[in-house]
């Protein structure tokens, strides 16, 4: 089997065995992130692993460079990456993105034993982390601008709504007015 035909398996099974999974992100079919930890997890962590046009007989590119992992200390990062290098040198030649995750979800805690999430500082700039460069960095998404509205605009808005910012019931109602012929006999 060729190196696409191995990825596109492993990509299949990574989608079957992920789905539902919060934590699992597939940032395009090569790269993917997962969330080592819980949500509000002091010690959790981001993973994320990009394939190489010839993965698995090549080493795919492990990075914590992520904006969740700011509070992590670089030595952390780097305690972390090299114990999933290690993982990876034994993994070589296999589908290993599934147990990459898993390994790093069952040591967690032994990874972050001396991540201190009260002391640290965001990792500055300069000290980002990574195992290898991927030649194709995934294209970032632009998002959408948030509509700004004059001071006008808001007092108008303002005084349309109540204290709760909610619209007064029936504002949008039409009044119907019936309205009929004098002299008729409907008016005696």
Do not use: C
């Amino acid at each position: 089997m060729g190196a696409n035909e191995d990825q596109e398996m492993e990509l299949e099974a990574l989608r079957s065995i992920y789905e539902g999974d919060e934590s699992f992100r597939e940032l395009s079919p090569v790269s993917f992130q997962y969330r080592i930890g819980e949500d509000g997890d002091p010690k959790a962590f981001l993973i994320e692993i990009s394939w190489t046009e010839t993965y698995p007989q090549t080493p795919p590119v492990i990075s914590m460079n992520a904006f969740f992992n700011n509070t992590i200390s670089s030595a952390v990062k780097q305690s972390i990456l090299a114990k999933l290098q290690e993982a990876v040198e034994v993994n070589l030649g296999t589908a290993m993105t599934y147990t990459l995750f898993e390994y790093a979800k069952d040591n967690k805690e032994q990874f972050m034993e001396n991540h201190h999430p009260g002391n640290s500082t965001p990792t500055p700039a300069n000290n980002i982390v990574s195992v290898e460069t991927p030649s194709t960095a995934p294209s970032s998404k632009k998002k959408d601008k948030k509509e700004q509205l004059s001071k006008a605009q808001k007092r108008k808005l303002a005084d349309k709504t109540d204290h709760k910012g909610e619209l007064p019931r029936g504002w949008n109602w039409v009044d119907v007015v019936k309205l009929s012929k004098t002299g008729s006999k409907d008016d005696e």
